[in-house]
């Protein structure tokens, strides 16, 4: 990417963050204590909603009280438990290795030690982990830590790709790094929560409300449609 074009889209999205900020308000989120608590709602959000996500976390608290106890219990036991949120059986063999994974490291059930390390040290350590993507690691850095970086999830892809800040063909995996260089600083918490908000109520993935939209002006999508319909 030249130079130009990295000055253009900073200025493009820093111009989206003030429009969402007008709009939306600047949202204000408290660093969450329990990291590890963070780390496995993050799991479980993977392929479905927040409601379904809740669901299945509370269950999962109500019967694993605490993180010993599921590390103790079985598989099919935790499966039961998550089932509302999907992939059960898959997501419940990776919270029970992640879980293993930190007791056999730290002795201990507790995610303290991250907060003494880089963010960068910090994903080198759990991209290695099955379960633990970008968007979970950049979502406790960003929810658990405070940490300012910006998680990309299905919302953020799809109105990045329609506002032309994320090429099309890229993948979440790769928007992470290629939105390092883009977001103002401090302004990382802004905009992902504005961007999943504004993906949720106006730019959905299908029937998107162009017609409501206060950023059709600078949207490729909506600029090609315009296009298409003036044919």
């Not at 293993?100 to 960068?120: A, V």
């Not at 406790?140 to 300012?148: S, V």
């Not at 032309?164 to 103002?184: C, E, T």
Request: proline share 4%; net charge positive; hydrophobic share 35%.
């Amino acid at each position: 990417m030249q130079y130009s074009d990295l000055n253009q889209l900073k200025e493009k999205i820093e111009k989206v963050v003030r429009s969402l900020e007008k709009e939306y308000g600047i949202p204000h989120h408290k660093k969450k204590a329990d990291l590890l608590g963070l780390l496995i709602q993050t799991i479980l959000s993977q392929n479905t909603n927040d409601r379904n996500r809740d669901r299945a976390y509370q269950t999962l608290k109500t019967r694993f009280p605490l993180w010993e106890d599921l590390l103790k219990a079985r598989t099919g036991a935790v499966m039961q438990a998550i089932r509302t949120g999907g992939l059960a059986g898959q997501k419940a063999r990776r919270i029970r290795q992640i879980l293993q994974w930190i007791k056999d490291r730290e002795g201990k059930l507790s995610l303290h030690f991250l907060k003494k390390m880089s963010s960068e040290e910090i994903k080198n350590t759990l991209d290695k982990l099955k379960g633990i993507g970008p968007k979970t690691v950049h979502c406790l850095l960003l929810f658990g830590m405070g940490r300012d970086v910006f998680p990309v999830d299905t919302h953020v892809l799809r109105v990045g790709k329609r506002m032309g800040f994320i090429p099309g063909g890229m993948n979440a995996g790769k928007a992470h790094p290629w939105m390092v260089p883009l977001i103002p600083r401090g302004k990382s918490l802004s905009l992902h929560l504005s961007l999943i908000r504004f993906g949720r109520e106006i730019c959905r993935a299908k029937n998107p409300k162009c017609e409501i939209c206060f950023l059709s002006k600078d949207c490729c999508y909506n600029l090609k449609k315009l296009e298409c319909y003036a044919r």
